[in-house]
């Protein structure tokens, strides 16, 4: 039986943090041995807001190196940076074109970042339009995602049935995605503020652990992180949002059931807890850290993404070039 198709990708506008492994990355992994994976550096959904040029390129190529060190695998799944393949801007501009302003100006996302901004770009408008080119020049049929791209994905189903039905002649010319939301991790809370979901773009430090932290800032972050006075370790998101979210994180990195780690931890106080998480963390990311550093100055890190463009071009053009014939280039 043919592999389905997998697509998916991450912002290089900061190094990632452990929002983004549990709600996504962490998957990424997981999927290469059912699913045929596409992994992106979508470097052109960075520049919809203010960027300095060179760490953009800096943290692209950071990117890489750590998506190869927590485990994808070039054997395995086509890895690649967006800005090398022109048609995923080419196929956002037919997006754009079969999209309303009304349905983009409804995007939370959109809503959010346009608050935070002096100016607003046009970019971070039609940044849902360039994500759906990436999903469907890939044939996607699922996007492993956090819940913060629902949205997003709800946008992409919209546009493939809208195109078919109109250019499809009764063909299904694009491959409609599902989401792929974890049921736990979905939405990684704030560290300091566990009401509002961690982002490599917070401007305080405090609120996100990065996957490039030293341990030693592992340990203090979640020493630090806000709990509540109960002392009781249960998970209640809504009465206990601090303690939930810190159950999450701890699920994630060990595997072990949120039930499970309640039973574990009953009688227990909040300092023995966040030491233990903290060691949990530091098991996980210190050698994927270790490998990040070896492979980040290597010449077998552009070969892979030299590889990996080439591949990922001749997919995408080809569907590119069916999009182009459906509607009359
Ligand atoms: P960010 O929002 O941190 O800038 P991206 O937009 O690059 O991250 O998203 C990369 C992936 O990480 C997406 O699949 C997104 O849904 C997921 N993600 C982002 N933040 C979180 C979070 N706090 N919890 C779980 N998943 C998240
Ligand atoms: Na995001």
Redesign the pocket.
């Known amino acids: 039986m043919k592999k389905k198709k997998i697509f998916?990708g991450?912002?290089p506008?900061?190094i990632?943090?452990i929002?983004?492994y549990?709600?996504?990355m962490k998957h990424f992994v997981d999927l290469q041995d059912d699913y045929d994976c596409t992994y992106c550096i979508v470097n052109q959904h960075a520049i919809t807001v203010p960027q300095d040029p060179k760490k953009l390129k800096q943290q692209t190529r950071s990117l890489a190196a750590l998506y190869i060190a927590l485990g994808l695998d070039p054997n395995k799944s086509t890895i690649f940076v967006q800005s090398e393949v022109p048609a995923h801007a080419q196929a956002a501009w037919i997006v754009q074109c079969n999209v309303g302003i009304g349905e983009l100006e409804r995007m939370t996302q959109y809503k959010d970042k346009s608050q935070k901004q002096e100016s607003v770009s046009a970019g971070l408008l039609t940044y849902p339009p360039l994500m759906v080119a990436d999903i469907v020049l890939y044939n996607a049929d699922a996007v492993?995602?956090?819940?913060?791209?629902k949205q997003h994905l709800e946008l992409t189903r919209d546009f493939v049935n809208r195109f078919n039905s109109r250019y499809g002649n009764g063909n299904q010319l694009l491959v409609l995605p599902e989401p792929l939301i974890p049921k736990e991790?979905?939405?990684?809370?704030s560290l300091q503020t566990p009401t509002k979901?961690?982002?490599?773009?917070d401007k305080n430090i405090k609120e996100y652990i990065s996957l490039l932290d030293e341990p030693k800032v592992i340990r203090k972050k979640i020493k630090s992180a806000v709990t509540d006075s109960s002392g009781v370790i249960s998970y209640d998101p809504i009465e206990k949002p601090g303690v939930s979210n810190l159950l999450t994180i701890y699920s994630a990195f060990t595997n072990q059931s949120i039930p499970e780690l309640v039973k574990q931890y009953d009688g227990v106080g909040y300092g023995q807890f966040k030491t233990d998480l903290g060691d949990a963390i530091v098991a996980v990311l210190e050698p994927i850290q270790e490998k990040y550093y070896a492979l980040l100055d290597s010449d077998e890190l552009d070969a892979i993404l030299d590889e990996g463009a080439k591949k990922a071009n001749l997919v995408a053009n080809k569907t590119l070039h069916k999009m182009e014939r459906a509607i009359g280039f």
Do not use: C
């Open positions: 998916s991450v912002q506008s900061a990632p943090t929002g983004n549990i709600g996504a492993p995602v956090g819940e913060d791209q991790g979905a939405r990684v809370m979901k961690m982002s490599k773009s």
